[in-house]
Nanobody
Framework: QVELVESGGGLVQAGGSLRLSCTAS????????MGWFRQAPGKGREFVAV???????TYGDSVKGRFTISRDNIKKTAYLQMNTLRPEDTATYYC??????????WGQGTQVTVSS
């Protein structure tokens, strides 16, 4: 069992940046991937980004070129650097990890609000 704890959300103006962190309760070496999903009010959960254990990354179309995912296995933490934020990026961001995407482990979510 792995617990995931997100942090770094908040309120930012359009065009600004935020960095989210997701820290696991134990070693992440056994996790095939760590990634991020988001859910806006009244909408379904949307794939944002994932990084696999071999370093390969995949991004959702709406965030390509603006968001960057990284992972530090020593710190048991995944990061999501979000640049050029837009109001439509407003959502609760969830860390996800496991074997296949989406994985079986979810964080509690962190709120990101982008004002226009």
């Amino acid at each position: 069992q792995v617990e995931l704890v997100e942090s770094g959300g908040g309120l930012v103006q359009a065009g600004g940046s935020l960095r989210l962190s997701c820290t696991a309760s134990r070693s992440t070496l056994s996790l095939n991937f760590m990634g991020w999903f988001r859910q806006a009010p009244g909408k379904g959960r949307e794939f944002v980004a994932v990084m696999f254990s071999d370093g390969m990354t995949t991004y959702g179309d709406s965030v390509k070129g603006r968001f960057t995912i990284s992972r530090d296995n020593i710190k048991k933490t995944a990061y999501l650097q979000m640049n050029t934020l837009r109001p439509e990026d407003t959502a609760t961001y969830y860390c996800n990890a496991g074997l296949r995407v989406p994985g079986g482990y979810w964080g509690q979510g962190t709120q990101v609000t982008v004002s226009s």
